[in-house]
């Protein structure tokens, strides 16, 4: 053993297991992506391109189109799941009735994969014969085709996500909120003030570590996903619900590996280019409360 | 209670119920029916209940694969778990004990795999050169690979709420750090341990695409695949295709079931440090 | 005793012919006509081979089902035998490189030319056997509708929208099926199209391989978008277009709840098994362009199937494939899913009795010009895109001018990225 761990009882040397998996299986195929990222690189053969790939990705027609899908997807999953997730979370701990049946009935669609909740909707929001619609009908709605309108299609997509994904920002939520002592809630009352303003002056401050980890995975969640959108659309009808991660799979999908991967590069400097500083404002301002 | 609580609770349980569960009330009653009632699937009750028909056909589709798949996917999921908890344990309490720039270098590099996506191709490649590919054993060391993120993040919040005196103590008593390590810290993770069992072993148990890249081939067939091979074979029979995502559910299901309550325990010192 | 038993026993198996128990692996699509023509020629192939067993792996059809292929066979983690596309599809297999060449076998040297030419490289050396007969692209058609109504078939494309318009006016029925919920199917009216595209522009496969046209500025061309376009616009199309399945599409063509839908005629063989009372109510005709004159058929040759270098059981798998391309496999085919069109192995009769819609289909085939093959099979580049770009023109999201030239820049990305000249 090295002479470092007689002097410090944490050692180096524990991080070796997990390092040898994570480079071995991780880092080195990424960092070898990077050099494929600028070949011409099909299954069967590679050429170099230098930044051909780039420059093609970069004016790929819908690009554009596809980051600010990708951005509005993720803000708006983020927002809802830090929102809702916070007031089911409050709900679920005031005491109500059929509280701990309910904590498991919102955390149970997160046990669900991802295919068979993508099946599971594509049925429930077909147009003219999926319930939903069948159910706004019956009380006289004309429900619009969720999937199959392009200026709708990506929203639909958001709300399975938030629907699928918000048990887990509850349950975060509640356990921030049982470390909360009662005796701020204490003083507040004594102070005269309402449950609202106790709700703002002492809840959502006390909270905000747990606020914080459910906006940053929920947010990396929201640049990176593919697999519902793809489940569900396949970034149709046409290319409206198209996002990066589904953009760089149809390049790996047509055999143009080498573009693909250029657009993996682009995407993972995009999720470290809005997460990074937000994380650092976010924990920094959470060490000075 | 006061009324307002039942009243909060009545409402709550009537949309959640919509909201939450109504879905699932769906894949139940079409895993039930013909594939003619289920071609156009609604809510409407089956005419004749074949569960029990459905249940097997769907079981022993391609020679059972469904159960091969169950064994598979449990395999891969208890083998990574396993790994991860311990490795990725180790990680977070020296990088949390011991604030340096080696570890905080470490910590970075371990939450980009949180960001960074898979190179899948180079990894395939990998695999074949060390003779891992199309294994259980390779996708178990992927498995840990893509899960260690997350694994570490946790650890190394909730090890804060430790305190240091429980190792000081330790070691005062003449314990190697290993020893310190696995006797009394690890112990005390235990919370935090049940939590990230179950959540990546949801996670893991789930996985679709990267079975999909790095396990091809019949007998290394996982659950999700099933489903998704089943989508393409069972176009006209949505009925099967239900049940199949029926069976798939529970064994998620069960751990969760199994692991409720320590889920929030788990979770409490782990979001609240941040 | 043991030498005596050891001796007969060696003798056995050499007059057995094939060597000890073999499982040959094989990956096909997920078609229903497909599964079932592979269930019978393995069986059969089994009963007379007892040694001999197989295993059937199903992907995906489509683009996610190319990746899966392309992917397998760059790794080397082929099945033994796989059933892939041919033509440009089949190019993009680097072949020389990943396939196993099968022109000594005695079934292959006789197949239809046409075919051959669609599964073989620079050098003549062929790689695939059909795993179907030739089939057509154009329009699947309710004939009880046509009948009810006093429609004709038309000849031309005003013909064939002056028959929509009766429809409309006269039933609920759907003129024209259209179903994106599996993209591929939305790129029949333009890829059919192609016959018309030809007969007034004789060179443009080449032209186009060689970057000297394009779809966007070359009239003839641009119609099949137009016409997809012109479809949506007159409201023929489906209530639930944007969601129907292919599956959809057949029920409804063969119950008559939508009364056109442009696709290819293997699709016959995939009612045979889901509907088969209702076959003869299906009729087909080819994709009418302007002139009545020049009316033809755009065709595909078959999907093939193929051996990778990296099968261990190469000798039996052509073996098998030998089989498959001999007079009695394509018989035993023919059998399970009904004729779908002309085989392409000589000597392969169609049974009397065909289905209406491949009876409106021979025709075709029998006259000198009236079939063109596809231009996939004709130029390597197909871009990728083309799907979702019909699946925009078809729903009203672009226009067809538009989706033209999205489709020459998809086009042109394709061709770069494969390293074509003049790119």
Same mark, same amino acid.
């Given at each position: 053993?090295?002479?470092?761990?007689?002097?410090? *009882?944490?050692?180096?040397?524990?991080?070796?297991?997990?390092?040898?998996?994570?480079?071995?299986?991780?880092?080195?195929?990424?960092?070898?992506?990077?050099?494929?990222?600028?070949?011409?690189?099909? *299954?069967?053969?590679?050429?170099?391109?230098?930044?051909?790939?780039?420059?093609?990705?970069?004016?790929?027609?819908?690009?554009?189109?596809?980051?600010?899908?990708?951005?509005?997807?993720?803000?708006?999953?983020?927002?809802?799941?830090?929102?809702?997730?916070?007031?089911?979370?409050?709900?679920?701990?005031?005491?109500?009735?059929?509280?701990?049946?309910?904590?498991?009935?919102?955390?149970?669609?997160?046990?669900?994969?991802?295919?068979?909740?993508?099946?599971?909707?594509?049925?429930?929001?077909?147009?003219?014969?999926?319930?939903?619609?069948?159910?706004?009908?019956?009380?006289?709605?004309?429900? *619009?085709?969720?999937?199959?309108? *392009?200026?709708?299609?990506?929203?639909?997509?958001?709300?399975?996500?938030?629907?699928?994904?918000?048990?887990?920002?509850?349950?975060?939520?509640?356990?921030?909120?049982?470390?909360?002592?009662?005796?701020?809630?204490?003083?507040?009352?004594?102070?005269?003030?309402?449950r609202l303003q106790q709700f703002w002056r002492v809840t959502v401050p006390l909270i905000r570590p747990a606020t914080t980890t459910v906006i940053i995975l929920s947010l990396i969640g929201g640049l990176r996903l593919f697999d519902l959108i793809w489940a569900m659309t396949r970034g149709g009808p046409g290319f409206s619900s198209d996002v990066l991660a589904s953009v760089i799979y149809k390049q790996y999908q047509a055999g143009f590996w080498g573009l693909s991967t250029a657009g993996n590069v682009i995407l993972f400097l995009l999720i470290a280019l809005i997460i990074a500083p937000l994380a650092w404002w976010l924990n920094r301002r959470s060490i000075d409360s | 209670m006061k009324p307002r609580q039942i009243l909060n609770g009545g409402l709550a349980l009537s949309a959640s119920l919509v909201i939450f569960v109504i879905p699932f009330l769906f894949v139940l009653i079409n895993a039930m029916k013909s594939p003619q009632e289920a071609s156009q699937p609604d809510f409407a009750l089956p005419e004749r209940w074949l569960f029990w028909e459905n249940f097997v056909t769907t079981v022993q589709t391609r020679d059972y694969a469904l159960l091969l798949a169950y064994w598979n996917s449990t395999v891969i999921t208890v083998g990574a778990i396993t790994l991860l908890v311990i490795f990725g344990a180790m990680v977070g309490y020296v990088v949390q004990r011991r604030p340096s720039t080696v570890t905080r270098i470490v910590y970075m590099v371990a939450l980009s795999g949180l960001m960074i996506p898979p190179a899948v191709v180079p990894t395939i490649w990998l695999l074949q050169s060390v003779g891992l590919f199309k294994t259980l054993n390779g996708m178990i060391l992927i498995q840990v690979a893509y899960g260690l993120g997350f694994t570490v993040l946790l650890y190394r919040s909730f090890i804060g709420t430790i305190p240091r005196e429980l190792d000081e103590?330790?070691?005062?008593?003449?314990?190697?750090?290993?020893?310190?390590?696995?006797?009394?810290?690890?112990?005390?993770?235990?919370?935090?341990?049940?939590?990230?069992?179950?959540v990546q072993s949801i996670s893991i148990f789930n996985d679709f695409t990267h079975p999909l890249y790095y396990l091809p081939g019949r007998d290394n067939v996982t659950v999700q695949l099933t489903l998704y091979n089943f989508q393409s074979q069972f176009a006209s029979q949505m009925n099967l295709l239900f049940m199949n995502i029926l069976l798939i559910t529970i064994p998620p299901l069960i751990v969760f079931i199994f692991f409720n309550r320590q889920i929030v325990a788990g979770m409490t010192s782990g979001a609240v440090k941040g | 005793m043991t030498k005596t038993l050891t001796t007969t026993a060696m003798a056995l198996a050499l007059t057995a012919g094939a060597a000890s128990a073999e499982e040959l692996s094989l990956l096909i699509d997920n078609g229903p006509s497909t599964i079932a023509a592979f269930e019978a020629l393995t069986a059969a192939y089994t009963e007379m081979h007892p040694d001999v067993t197989f295993s059937i792996e199903i992907r995906p059809a489509g683009g996610e089902g190319d990746n899966i292929v392309k992917s397998r066979l760059a790794t080397g983690e082929m099945t033994d035998l796989f059933m892939y596309n041919s033509g440009s599809l089949f190019q993009a297999l680097r072949p020389e490189r990943t396939l196993v060449p099968l022109n000594d076998l005695e079934n292959v040297a006789p197949l239809n030319d046409s075919f051959k030419r669609t599964v073989q490289d620079a050098q003549g050396r062929v790689y695939g056997v059909p795993a179907e007969g030739a089939m057509g692209g154009g329009i699947l058609y309710h004939v009880p509708t046509y009948q009810?109504?006093?429609?004709?078939?038309?000849?031309?494309?005003?013909?064939? %929208?002056?028959?929509?318009?009766?429809?409309?006016?006269?039933?609920?029925?759907?003129?024209?099926?259209?179903?994106?919920?599996?993209?591929?199917?939305?790129?029949?009216?333009?890829?059919?199209?192609?016959?018309?595209?030809?007969?007034?522009?004789?060179?443009?496969?080449?032209?186009?391989?060689?970057?000297?046209?394009?779809?966007?500025?070359?009239?003839?061309?641009?119609?099949?978008?137009?016409?997809?376009?012109?479809?949506?616009?007159?409201?023929?199309?489906?209530?639930?277009?944007?969601?129907?399945?292919?599956?959809?599409?057949?029920? %409804?063509?063969?119950?008559?709840?939508?009364?056109?839908y442009p %696709?290819?005629?293997?699709?016959?063989?995939? +009612?045979?098994?889901?509907?088969?009372?209702? +076959?003869?109510?299906?009729?087909?005709?080819?994709?009418?362009?302007?002139?009545?004159?020049?009316?033809?058929?755009?065709?595909?040759?078959?999907?093939?199937?193929?051996?990778?270098?990296?099968?261990?059981? +190469?000798?039996?798998?052509?073996?098998?494939?030998?089989?498959?391309?001999?007079?009695?496999?394509?018989?035993?085919?023919?059998?399970?899913?009904?004729?779908?069109?002309?085989?392409?192995?000589?000597?392969?009769?169609?049974?009397d009795d065909v289905p209406t819609a491949i009876a409106d289909m021979l025709p075709y085939f029998e006259q000198d010009g009236r079939t063109a093959p596809a231009l996939e099979f004709l130029s390597p580049i197909k871009g990728p895109a083309l799907e979702q770009l019909t699946v925009e023109v078809g729903s009203g999201i672009r226009d067809a001018k538009s989706a033209a030239e999205r489709y020459d820049r998809d086009v042109a990305k394709q061709a770069r990225q494969l390293g074509l000249p003049n790119w």
């Open positions: 053993m090295p002479a470092k761990s007689r002097i410090s *009882p944490y050692p180096y040397w524990f991080f070796l297991p997990a390092a040898a998996i994570f480079v071995v299986f991780f880092l080195v195929p990424t960092v070898a992506s990077f050099y494929f990222s600028l070949t011409y690189w099909d *299954p069967f053969e590679a050429r170099f391109a230098g930044w051909d790939n780039y420059v093609q990705f970069f004016s790929e027609p819908y690009l554009l189109r596809g980051t600010v899908n990708t951005l509005a997807f993720a803000v708006l999953t983020s927002g809802m799941k830090t929102v809702i997730g916070l007031l089911l979370a409050v709900l679920l701990t005031s005491g109500m009735m059929g509280q701990s049946l309910l904590r498991s009935i919102v955390f149970f669609p997160v046990l669900v994969s991802t295919i068979g909740v993508g099946l599971l909707f594509q049925e429930l929001m077909h147009p003219t014969q999926g319930a939903i619609n069948v159910a706004l009908a019956a009380v006289g709605i004309d429900g *619009p085709g969720w999937l199959t309108n *392009p200026s709708l299609a990506l929203f639909s997509v958001a709300l399975v996500d938030v629907w699928r994904g918000v048990g887990l920002a509850t349950l975060i939520y509640i356990a921030g909120l049982a470390t909360i002592g009662p005796e701020y809630y204490e003083a507040a009352r004594i102070d005269g003030a309402t | 103590a330790a070691i005062i008593d003449g314990a190697k750090p290993w020893q310190v390590f696995f006797k009394v810290v690890l112990p005390l993770l235990k919370p935090v341990t049940l939590t990230v069992i179950v | 009810e109504l006093g429609l004709e078939v038309p000849r031309t494309w005003d013909a064939f %929208m002056a028959n929509n318009a009766v429809i409309a006016e006269k039933t609920d029925k759907a003129p024209v099926i259209q179903t994106y919920r599996n993209t591929w199917t939305s790129q029949l009216f333009v890829l059919a199209d192609y016959y018309n595209v030809q007969s007034e522009e004789p060179g443009f496969a080449e032209a186009y391989t060689a970057n000297a046209v394009k779809f966007a500025d070359t009239p003839a061309a641009l119609k099949g978008f137009e016409r997809l376009q012109a479809v949506h616009e007159a409201g023929y199309l489906n209530a639930d277009y944007g969601a129907a399945s292919f599956d959809d599409g057949l029920h %409804m063509v063969a119950n008559g709840t939508g009364v056109h %696709m290819l005629t293997f699709s016959i063989g995939a +009612i045979r098994q889901n509907s088969p009372e209702l +076959i003869d109510d299906v009729g087909f005709f080819a994709q009418p362009g302007d002139d009545a004159e020049k009316n033809g058929l755009t065709i595909w040759l078959p999907s093939a199937v193929y051996i990778p270098k990296s099968s261990e059981h +190469i000798d039996i798998a052509k073996d098998f494939l030998d089989f498959v391309a001999s007079v009695e496999g394509c018989e035993t085919i023919v059998e399970v899913n009904g004729a779908i069109g002309p085989q392409l192995v000589p000597g392969c009769e169609l049974p």
